[in-house]
């Protein structure tokens, strides 16, 4: 189970800083993504870490302005957002994939098998 807080609300230009707490499994050993979805779109990727050596990458909308973290201590994955803007206003989900997950497929919602219940992040002017 991926749990991550409800709400966020920030001002354009602002930080926020959202993490995902992993219940019953080990997140080093599991694939992350971060996904974004914005009303009435479809859920896009916005970034991900790769298990073990923890290697990160982004998609370009986000690349420079977000970076993505594992704490392993506390079995949590972070994503920490600057530079925000109105059109980030969005419901942001962590997901895992345990197994293989090459970089091509880090995009795919469909290859995650475990999923947060989103935290909704507005982004006001």
């Known amino acids: 189970q991926l749990v991550e807080p409800g709400v966020d609300l920030v001002h354009s230009g602002g930080s926020l800083r959202l993490s995902c707490v992993a219940a019953g499994f080990t997140l080093k050993y599991f694939g992350i993504g971060w996904f974004h979805q914005a009303p009435g779109k479809v859920r896009e990727w916005s970034s991900g870490i790769r298990k073990l050596d923890g290697i990160t990458d982004f998609s370009d909308s986000v690349k420079g302005r977000f970076i993505a973290s594992r704490d392993n201590a506390k079995n949590t994955v972070n994503l920490q957002m600057s530079g925000l803007k109105p059109k980030d206003t969005a419901n942001y989900f962590c997901?895992?994939?345990?197994?293989?997950?090459?970089?091509?497929?880090?995009?795919?919602?469909?290859?995650?098998?475990?999923w947060g219940q989103g935290t909704q992040v507005t982004v006001r002017n």
């Open positions: 997901a895992a994939k345990k197994g293989p997950l090459p970089r091509r497929d880090w995009p795919d919602t469909r290859v995650y098998d475990s």
